[in-house]
């Protein structure tokens, strides 16, 4: 019986998290929004060490969010990273500051952020095409669904 009631608890309480899900919102400098991202945040240096990682699907609409505790040139790479991906780099203002596109799963290369950024937008490949990000777009956080507009 105690078995079955952690299991209950268990299945509840990733039931909540799942709906406490963080979103980014990226709008032109004009204001008009390009896209809305369900996002993981990978605030901890243990989870941005991992990103997506080993992962095998990414819906079109979700991503995971890197942030730094600072400010300055960043480089990922995609070792163990199955995916192809698009890095879209965010400097502290939430400006758009470099997009890499179509990363290769794998490669030991670096992906620099070019400029100093202090976040890092990880989505499927092609979709900041879709979703028309340019450089100069503005990022907007949310950290759950209570505090989405």
Not at 32 to 38: C, F, S, T
Not at 95 to 108: E, F, K, W
Request: charged letters at 20%.
């Amino acid at each position: 019986m105690r078995h079955f009631i952690l299991c209950l608890f268990l299945l509840f309480s990733a039931q909540a998290q799942a709906r406490a899900q963080s979103y980014v919102r990226i709008f032109s400098p004009e204001g008009v929004q390009r896209a809305e991202i369900a996002v993981e945040i990978a605030g901890t240096p243990e989870l941005r060490t991992k990103g997506l990682m080993f992962r095998t699907e990414l819906d079109d609409e979700a991503g995971m969010l890197f942030v730094f505790p600072d400010e300055r040139p960043r480089s990922f790479w995609m070792k163990n990273t199955l995916l192809p991906l698009d890095i879209i780099f965010f400097n502290s203002s939430f400006s758009v500051v470099n997009i890499a596109r179509g990363t290769q799963p794998y490669s030991l290369a670096s992906i620099p952020s070019l400029f100093p950024a202090k976040y890092a937008l990880e989505i499927n490949a092609g979709q900041a095409e879709a979703l028309n990000v340019k450089k100069g777009d503005m990022l907007k956080i949310y950290q759950n669904e209570a505090n989405k507009p």
